[in-house]
């Protein structure tokens, strides 16, 4: 089973911005598709944006369309997620996964943890 590493993490001031990184181990996630999910403190985890296995389809949720943009560099077995603009909202632990029959499919990984004050 792939193993996710989360990275990139940070306290920033509002308006900041930063790169988040999920890189895998134990084998690859090239055909895979990749989503990010975030938790907020005494929230439920909620899906973030997701990205096809080649890159080339994009989805994200309403509350950060414009802001952050997910990619993926899969010669190097690592998705990003480049968040700009950010908002003391987004202050959560952020987590990568694999998504298969549209929804999380692999062991949660430990998470980034992302902090904005404002």
């Known amino acids: 089973q792939v193993q996710l590493v989360e990275s990139g993490g940070g306290l920033v001031q509002a308006g900041d911005s930063l790169r988040l990184s999920c890189a895998a181990s134990?084998?690859?996630?090239?055909?895979?598709?990749i989503g990010w999910f975030r938790q907020a403190p005494g929230k439920e985890r909620e899906f973030v944006a997701q990205?096809?296995?080649?890159?080339?389809?994009?989805m994200y949720t309403d509350s950060v369309k414009g802001r952050f943009t997910a990619s993926r560099d899969n010669a190097k077995n690592t998705v990003y997620l480049q968040m700009n603009s950010l908002k003391p909202e987004d202050t959560a632990v952020y987590y990568c996964n694999v998504i298969r029959f549209g929804r999380p499919y692999s062991s949660w990984g430990q998470g980034t943890q992302v902090t904005v004050s404002s």
């Open positions: 134990g084998r690859t996630f090239t055909a895979d598709s």
């Open positions: 990205i096809n296995s080649s890159g080339g389809t994009t």
